[in-house]
Every structure is written in structure tokens, then in C-alpha cells.
């Protein structure tokens, strides 16, 4: 399509953009689309506030430490290129090529998601989530509803059962072993880029 | 148990009244002839005076004067039969959710066909096509409208249409063909039938029903993308269907040497002129019904009524101009919507959201049980194998083959393509129902000889969709999907994981642009906001359209019942007062049971709508639970059980969770609770914080100003959350299709971190919190809902 192509010879590097992250140039066009809108000033840049910007992002507990994972440390803007590579980590995951252990791991393999995961949790970036991260974490999703004092046994009862090796805290190997129902659909349901998930749930407790 | 019996009795009293009335009916009038009573569902009983012959010999205390009232006794006591079959069906809710409730429908409408059989040794009752189109299709229709997730459904309007046009007319023509060719190949025997007659049949089993679809849909919970497509199509074909309808039954009178070209170029435009004419009919009524509502002030306690009227009007302006009747009425509800919801007062627009359910419900049932009444009639039962299993084969086939053709090409130009598993779904989902009926019993007997062939081959296929494809769809489904870990009980680990997870996903979501934006949505947006709304709404209505307002001060009204009925159950409200020690913890503890029943609050899918806030605090036992406890209390029997329960009362789910938006018998839509709760929490939170500090009187009462200046720094929170947690909404986020900001006027300025925005209120809502108080905390004693907030702020100083 002509206007896929003007937007995508805007954007720098979009072949190798594409190459690393996999996904497809319509897929960036609208990414791009995405990013030019949240931008609001055109800089080029995204910076923590034009996050804020989000309505709905404002209301998710978790939703600053997202915004967080997409600033490397010590960088005080996101250009595009990280923007996308960020949200690559949540491609559906290509079931069909075969595991070929030499090459990198793929960008949105279940690995990868999960340590984008793990990076949410610890703050400190020393590879550990230790109770102090668990606690905030667990203070950001129920602090309304719950004291302190349960929120410190929660954490307690938490590392008690998932950590392996009795340090006090939980390694990356130990967060990968939680076996996570969810983890697997820690993708975008469908893409990126479309309203909703089209694949079927059915979900008997709920009723 | 006791209650049970009773039902059983109440419910064989009814029937053998309807059996004695009948039979009396009968004996009175049956040698009077039969003449078709207006209205009456196809009742032959005659009203001829002549059961008075008798002389009067002397005045008469009490007379039994049957015909006196015999028409709309009949209706009433047909619509209480319905009435009693559903309340029948759904005594036993396992069974319903394995065989739907329109299958058990049919069943009890074939049981009650053979009583009035048996009674009157001819069907006396069936469904006739003037009462079913005129009286018991309109209300249905609209219900679909006007509850219809318009995001979803005009985001997804171009698939939605390729189904229902291109798909219908497809499955026309191969079903009306294949069985023409087998005819020919003499597969159905000697029958008088022409091709002609085979494309107007297939045309009118070709159409997915709407009513059936939404039945069955209610049990099988499937992703929305795939209801709505499915649902969608089920309405829009009705285009489709009544040219098909029209121009093949006008070619029949014509005959066949009749057609040509022009004909045929004709009956192509016609399908434009009747779908767009059908739909523009709708919109104009949709315009009207806003503009009346925005009048009607103060005639408050009737607005409702016009709601209906107006629909059923729109219904019928359309049939009368030969154009989609049900298209109008679609239109009509889809448009309307957002507007009346604006515009009526919070008790009208519950009342038109109740009798729509009440009008729906009722006519599905009536429609369900006559489509089985109807069946008990030898008079129209025509068996031919060969043509009843052929159509049967083909419409399940051709659906199939239809369905994955045009997906297969329109995934090419969808983002997300529609998976296998959505497809097969889609398919087996085409159920045909009571229209198909509806039609096929129009037919004029003259031009077509074999109409009981049809009819009876109508009947079976809808029997064959609606109770087999029905009863089927669910096992189905479950086999089909993604097989799910086994439910075993999850450490707390995972319990946080996945929650995190949720949270992760939804903001990732976000974060990326669910729909995008784009061009024409963009215009339409801007187009709607300033001249549409101003036009057809309210000034109050388009002021206030504060988001994060409506959360509070709905969130505030329930606390508020949810107070008064604890305290009522106590005795008192006296423990109100009592604020030494108490700790009023909203602890939800029926969370589960009641997480499909929550208050349409988030209104993404409609608008920002004023869901009335008596429809949350009424209907349902209150799904907040005021516990007070103690703040020393030692509930730590089992650290362990402890830890779990509060993860699952607490942790709530993201909002990918929340399917299944359309419900024909429920009306809240899945909002988590919590969710809300704790956003409204926080950001009240933020708020009083901001007043605290602010140490200014707030304007006078009846105004409330608030600038909201985002400030993060840790210090202010007291529990030492990590940074810029509080939350400031900023207006238009024009990307998201979810933005409230519709019609809003919300002000978005560049702030220091996080935008500014200025909240309006209007009149009649004041919180005294916000009053020139510079401590909220004082004001707890007279305030018991607001009690709360500074309580949760209290424990946290601890």
C-alpha cells in the first residue's frame, strides 16, 4: 500500500528494525502511527509523560514501572526504535521455526517475556527480586484493600514458596519455574494492534 | 422444595385451565367458522355472539361472558404460559447450561401443542407471520440495538458486512442451486417446483437468525471479536434477506419467461435502496428520539415510553415503505443510545434498560415456545427425504465453505486475522430460528404448491440448528480452544505472577494502541463531539462527562445503600458513630458470585453513559460487604489460608478478562469491582491529598473547582509508595477508542509531570468533603461514605 511505504521511508533502519523484532511492515506502520500520536510534540522522543498521557495506563497498578522498562537507565527519552523493540517482547511467539540453540534467543520468545517480567519486579537490577521489591510490587496492586502487616505476610508466605535456594529472594531461575498458566498467553492475544483477543475463552469459573 | 412443588402446581393449573378454555372455546364456537382474529395468536376460534341464543328470562347476577373478553384473554394467557414454560425451564440451572433454554423451549412448546391438539383435534395456536413480525420480532430487534457494543460493532462493520451480505447471498444461491440440481437429478422425487422457487427458498434459510444466535450465545462464552461478528451478521442480513425474498417471490409471479436484464439490474438496486433506506429510516428516528428526550424534562415519568413507541414506530415506517424493517429498527438503537442514556434522567433510562429486557426476554420466549407449538399440526407436515436431509446437508456445508472462503479473504486485509478455531465457531454458529419460520409461512399457497414442503423442511431445520448445533456448541467449543493447565491450586506465587502479568498485558496494550488511530475515526469523533452532541444532548448532559466523577459518585451511592442496609440489619446506624476503633473494611467477600453482575461503570463500550445508579444498588444482594473488625484483630488463624484469601479477594483482574458484552438477560456488563473500587480509591486519595495541601477553601458549595496538581513525591504518600502513583486523567486521549472523552469538556494542559485537568461539577452533587474543610477528617461523623477514605489513610499512617 503507497501510504504503508511513504511512512515506512520515514523511519530509519526500518528494514533492520523489522529483522530484529519481526514484525511486519504493517505492523510498524501502525506502531509508527502509534508513536507519532503519543508524541505529541514531535520531538521524536517519547518522554515519561507523554506515557502519562495514556488514560487508562494512569490506572494500571503496575502501569509506572511499565513506562519504567521502556527508559534504559539513565536515558530520559524513548526514540522509536526502542518503542518498538520493547513491544516486540510481545509478539506471539513463532511456534513454527525450530529451536535452533545457536542463534540468539528470539526477541519474544517465552524467555524473553519473562524477563521482561522479571526486570518489572526488580527495580535494582542486582537479578534478584528480594522482599522489599516483592512488597512494593504487591503495595502497587493491593495497597487499598489490605494493611501493611498482611502485605508484609503475603510477601513472607510468597518468597517462602518460591524461593529454592533460601536466599531471601527469587532468582531469575526460580521466577521461571513458577509455572505460569499465563505466562503462555503473555502475548498480545493478536498482535499488537487490533482491539481484543479473538482467540476463544472460555472461562467456566467464572460462572 | 416446598417452593418447587408449588411451581409444578401453579404451572398444571395453568395449563389445564388453557386446556378448559380451549376446549370450552371450542365447543361454543366450533360450528361457527373460523376467522382469523387480528392479533390473536392464529386463533380460530370464532367471536360470533350466537353463544348467547338463550332468551333472558330474568336478570342475571353473574354471566360467563367468554367472548366478551376472548381476544385479549387468549394473548394474556398465552403470554403467562411463556412466562410459566421459562420459569419451568429454568428451575434447574444445570440443565440449562447443558441443553439452551430455546431448545427446552421448543420441547415445551411441542408438549403444549400436543395438550391443544389433543384437545381440539386441530392446531388451534401457531405462529403467524403477522403477529410474529408486527408484535414479537420489533422489541427483540431493538433490544439487540440498543444494548449493542457500538466500538465493537462498528469497528468490526466491514467483516460484519462481508459475512452478512456476500454470506448470505452466497448461501442462497449454492443452497437454492444444489437443491435445484438434485431435483433435477431426481433425488426428491415428483414435486411442482421450479427453480425459482428453490433460489426463494434457499433465500430464506439462508439467513442466520438473531434470535437464535443470541440464545444460544448467552451459555457459550466466546471472545467478543467473534460474538459480534457473528451477532452482527445476524442482523444485518435481514437486508439481504428481504430483497432476496422479495425479488425472487416477484419473479415467481412473473414467471420465468419474465426475466431479464432490466429485472435482474432491478432487483440489484433494490438491495441498495432497501438496506440503505432501512437504515436511514433508523437514523432519522434515532434523531428524533434524542431530540424528543432532550425535551422531555418535565414529563420525566414517561420518557421511557417513548423509547418504545418511537422504535416501534421506526419498525414499522420501514415495512411500510417496503424497505428492511429490522435494519431501521437496528439502526434505530445503535444510534439512539448513547444520546438517550445522556439525556434521560438516571431513573428513566433504568426503567427503558429493564422493560427492553422484560419486552425481549418475553418475546423470545413466545417465539420459542410457539415455534414448537406450531410443529403440532399434521396439516402442514410434508415429509420428503430427500429434500429435507439435501437442505440440511447444504446449509450446514455451504455455511461452512462460505464462511471460510471470505474469512480467507478477508484475513488479508485484517491485522489480526481470525483464527481457525473463530472460524469453525463462526460456522457452526449459523443458526437459523423463528424468521426463517416467519417467512416461509408468508408464502402464498397458490404460487407455491409444495409451501407445506418448505414449511415442514423450515420447521426441521430450525429444530436441527437450534436444539442440536445448540446443545453442541459448548462441548464443542471446549474441545476445540487451547487446552488450559490443570486447575490445580496456585501457590501465591503464581497468584501474583499472573496478576502481574494482567496488568502487564493491559498496559502493554495500552501502551501500543489498542485501535489506532485513524483518519476517519478521527473526523467522525470531532464531527460527533461538536455538532452532534451539541446538538441532540442536554447542555447539563454534555457538561457532565467527568469520568473519574461518575466513578465516585457512583462508587459513593453504593457505599452509601450498601451503609444504610448493614446499618438496618443491625438495628441501626448507630455503630456509625462509633469511630474509636472501627475500621470499615469493604472486604468483598462474594467477589466470585457476583463479578458478572457489576456496575457498567468503565462505559467503554457504550459511552460515557449515567448508568443509573438504582439498577447497581438494587437489583443484587449488595455486592459490598461491611465488615468491621478491629484494628488489633488477630484473624491469623492460618497465616497461610489468610495470605490466599486476601490475594483472591483482593487481586483483581486486568480488563482483557472481561468478555461476553452483550447479554440478553444480563444487564451489567463485567467490570471488576475491585478494580474500580481501588481506582476510585487512589484517586480519591490523591485528591483529598491535594486538598490537604492545598489549604484553600474550596469555591462554594454548589461549584466545585479542582485543579488538580500532580505532584509525586514520595513523601506525600504516606505508606512510601514508589513514585507517581496518583492519577490524573487528561481528556481526549483521541487514540483510544475507549476514551470518555466523547462528548466531554475536559481541558488538557501541559502540566509539570503529568497534565493538569479541571473537573467540573454540576449542581445537586456536592461532597461535603470537598466543602471549605481544611480536615476531612471532622467530617466523618455526619458522612458515613466518605468515612471510608479517610479511614484507608489512617490505617496507612500506622
Known amino acids: 500500500m503507497g501510504s504503508t511505504n511513504s511512512t515506512l521511508s520515514k523511519i530509519p533502519n526500518v528494514e533492520e528494525l523489522m529483522e530484529e523484532t519481526g514484525f511486519t511492515p504493517a505492523h510498524i506502520v501502525r506502531l509508527y502511527d502509534r508513536f507519532e500520536a503519543l508524541d505529541k510534540e514531535k520531538t521524536g522522543h517519547l518522554r515519561p509523560q507523554d506515557f502519562g498521557a495514556i488514560n487508562r495506563l494512569a490506572m494500571n497498578p503496575i502501569g509506572d514501572r511499565i513506562i519504567g522498562a521502556f527508559f534504559s537507565p539513565g536515558q530520559e527519552t524513548v526514540d522509536f526504535h526502542s518503542f518498538v523493540r520493547i513491544l516486540a517482547h510481545f509478539r506471539p511467539a513463532d511456534k513454527k521455526h525450530p529451536k535452533d540453540p545457536s542463534m540468539p534467543e528470539p526477541v519474544n520468545s517465552r524467555t524473553s517475556k519473562l524477563k521482561f517480567a522479571f526486570q518489572l519486579y526488580d527495580q535494582d537490577k542486582d537479578g534478584k527480586i528480594s522482599r522489599a521489591e516483592l512488597l512494593q510490587v504487591l503495595r502497587s496492586m493491593l495497597e487499598m484493600q489490605v494493611t501493611e502487616e498482611q502485605l508484609e505476610s503475603i510477601a513472607d508466605r510468597t518468597i517462602q514458596e518460591a524461593d529454592l535456594d533460601n536466599d531471601d529472594a527469587i532468582s531469575f531461575e526460580e521466577f521461571r519455574k513458577v509455572p505460569l498458566g499465563r505466562a503462555r498467553r503473555l502475548t498480545y492475544q493478536h498482535g499488537p494492534l487490533q482491539h481484543s483477543a479473538p482467540r476463544i475463552l472460555s472461562q467456566p469459573h467464572r460462572k | ?798
Not at chain 2, 166 to 191: E, H, K, Q, R, S
Not at chain 2, 620 to 626: A, Q
Request: charged content about 20%.
Open chain 2, 1 to 798: 422444595m416446598a417452593c418447587r412443588t408449588c411451581l409444578w402446581l401453579l404451572g398444571t393449573t395453568f395449563f389445564t385451565c388453557t386446556v378448559r378454555l380451549v376446549v370450552e372455546g371450542t365447543e361454543v364456537g366450533a360450528t361457527q367458522g373460523s376467522q382469523p382474529e387480528p392479533g390473536v395468536v392464529g386463533s380460530n376460534h370464532s367471536q360470533a355472539g350466537g353463544g348467547h341464543g338463550s332468551s333472558i328470562s330474568g336478570i342475571q347476577i353473574v354471566t360467563f361472558k367468554w367472548h366478551h373478553v376472548e381476544a385479549p384473554y387468549l394473548i394474556a394467557l398465552w403470554i403467562l404460559v411463556a412466562g410459566v414454560s421459562k420459569m419451568v425451564v429454568e428451575l434447574n440451572h444445570s440443565l440449562t447450561s447443558v441443553i439452551p433454554e430455546s431448545a427446552l423451549l421448543i420441547l415445551i412448546g411441542w408438549i403444549l401443542g400436543g395438550i391443544i391438539y389433543g384437545a381440539d383435534k386441530m392446531q388451534t395456536f401457531t405462529l403467524t407471520p403477522t403477529v410474529f413480525f408486527f408484535y414479537l420480532l420489533p422489541q427483540v430487534i431493538l433490544d439487540a440495538g440498543y444494548f449493542m457494543p457500538n466500538k465493537l460493532f462498528f469497528s468490526n462493520m466491514g467483516a460484519i458486512l462481508v459475512y452478512a451480505v456476500i454470506g448470505t447471498c452466497w448461501n442462497a444461491a449454492t443452497v437454492g442451486l444444489g437443491l435445484w440440481g438434485c431435483w433435477l437429478g431426481g433425488a426428491m422425487g415428483d414435486i411442482d417446483i421450479g427453480l425459482l422457487q428453490f433460489l426463494l427458498f434457499g433465500s430464506l434459510i439462508a439467513a442466520v437468525d438473531p434470535v437464535a444466535v443470541i440464545a444460544v450465545f448467552e451459555e457459550v462464552h466466546v471472545n467478543e471479536v467473534l460474538f459480534i461478528m457473528v451477532f452482527g451478521e445476524s442482523l444485518l442480513n435481514d437486508g439481504v434477506t428481504v430483497v432476496l425474498f422479495n425479488v425472487f417471490d416477484a419473479f415467481v409471479s412473473l414467471g420465468g419467461a419474465e426475466i431479464d436484464a432490466v429485472e435482474i439490474i432491478k432487483g440489484i438496486i433494490s438491495f441498495f435502496v432497501v438496506a440503505f433506506g432501512g437504515s436511514l429510516v433508523g437514523i432519522i428516528f434515532a434523531l428524533l428520539i434524542s431530540l424528543l428526550t432532550r425535551c422531555t424534562k418535565n414529563i420525566q415519568i414517561i420518557e421511557p415510553g417513548f423509547i418504545f413507541i418511537l422504535g416501534y414506530l421506526s419498525y414499522l415506517t420501514a415495512e411500510m415503505l417496503s424497505l428492511s424493517a429490522i435494519l431501521s429498527i437496528v439502526f434505530c438503537g445503535i444510534c439512539c443510545q448513547k444520546y438517550i442514556n445522556a439525556n434521560m434522567d438516571e431513573r428513566s433510562v433504568t426503567t427503558v434498560r429493564y422493560v427492553m429486557k422484560v419486552f425481549a426476554n418475553g418475546s423470545e420466549t413466545i417465539i420459542f415456545v410457539f415455534l414448537g407449538i406450531s410443529a403440532i399440526d399434521p396439516a402442514v407436515w410434508v415429509w420428503n427425504t430427500g429434500f429435507i436431509l439435501l437442505t440440511l446437508l447444504f446449509i450446514f456445508v455451504f455455511r461452512f465453505i462460505g464462511v471460510f472462503l471470505l474469512t480467507w479473504i478477508l484475513n488479508k486485509y485484517r491485522l489480526v486475522p481470525l483464527e481457525f478455531i473463530d472460524q469453525v465457531v463462526m460456522s457452526y454458529g449459523g443458526l437459523r430460528g423463528a424468521v426463517a419460520y416467519g417467512l416461509v409461512a408468508m408464502l402464498d399457497e397458490n404460487k407455491f404448491k409444495e409451501k407445506n414442503l418448505m414449511v415442514s423442511t423450515t420447521l426441521i431445520v430450525v429444530y436441527f440448528t437450534v436444539m442440536l448445533q445448540g446443545i453442541t456448541m459448548k462441548p464443542l467449543v471446549t474441545w476445540l480452544k487451547v487446552k488450559r493447565a490443570a486447575v490445580t491450586e496456585l501457590t501465591l506465587a503464581e497468584k501474583i505472577q499472573n496478576r502481574t502479568f494482567d496488568h502487564m498485558l493491559v498496559a502493554i496494550e495500552d501502551i501500543s494502541g489498542q485501535i489506532g488511530h485513524n483518519y476517519m475515526r478521527d473526523k467522525w469523533h470531532n464531527f460527533e463531539e461538536r455538532w452532534l452532541c451539541w446538538f441532540l444532548m442536554k447542555p447539563s448532559a454534555r457538561k457532565s462527562r467527568d469520568y473519574i466523577f461518575n466513578i465516585f459518585h457512583q462508587l459513593n451511592l453504593k457505599d452509601a445503600m450498601s451503609y444504610v442496609k448493614e446499618g438496618e440489619r443491625r438495628g441501626s446506624l448507630a455503630f456509625v458513630r462509633n469511630e474509636t476503633k472501627a475500621d470499615v473494611d469493604f472486604n468483598k467477600k462474594f467477589r466470585a458470585s457476583f463479578s458478572e453482575i457489576m456496575p457498567d461503570i468503565m462505559a467503554d463500550n457504550m459511552g460515557p453513559d449515567h448508568v443509573p445508579l438504582s439498577s447497581i444498588l438494587q437489583d443484587i444482594v449488595p455486592s459490598v460487604c461491611l465488615v468491621m473488625h478491629e484494628q488489633d484483630l488477630t484473624m491469623r488463624e492460618s497465616e497461610d489460608f489468610n495470605a490466599h484469601h486476601l490475594l483472591q479477594q483482593h487481586l483483581y483482574r486486568g480488563r482483557k478478562q472481561h468478555r461476553h458484552r452483550y447479554s440478553r438477560s444480563h444487564l451489567e456488563t463485567n467490570r471488576d469491582e475491585n478494580e474500580v473500587q481501588e481506582i476510585f480509591q487512589r484517586t480519591m486519595r490523591s485528591r483529598l491529598e491535594s486538598f490537604k495541601s492545598a489549604k484553600m477553601g474550596v469555591a462554594p458549595a454548589k461549584k466545585i473547582q479542582t485543579k488538580h496538581q500532580k505532584k509525586d513525591k514520595p513523601q506525600k504518600m504516606p505508606n512510601g509508595n514508589s513514585s507517581d502513583k496518583s492519577k490524573n486523567h487528561p481528556y481526549g486521549d483521541k487514540d483510544l477508542e475507549f476514551s470518555e472523552g466523547d462528548c466531554g469538556s475536559g481541558d488538557e494542559a501541559a502540566g509539570d509531570l503529568f497534565p493538569m485537568r479541571a473537573y467540573r461539577v454540576e449542581a445537586g452533587i456536592v461532597n461535603p468533603a470537598f466543602m471549605a474543610e481544611m480536615d476531612p477528617m471532622d467530617n466523618m461523623q455526619q458522612i458515613p461514605h466518605v468515612a471510608l477514605l479517610p479511614q484507608t489513610l489512617n490505617s496507612f499512617d500506622t
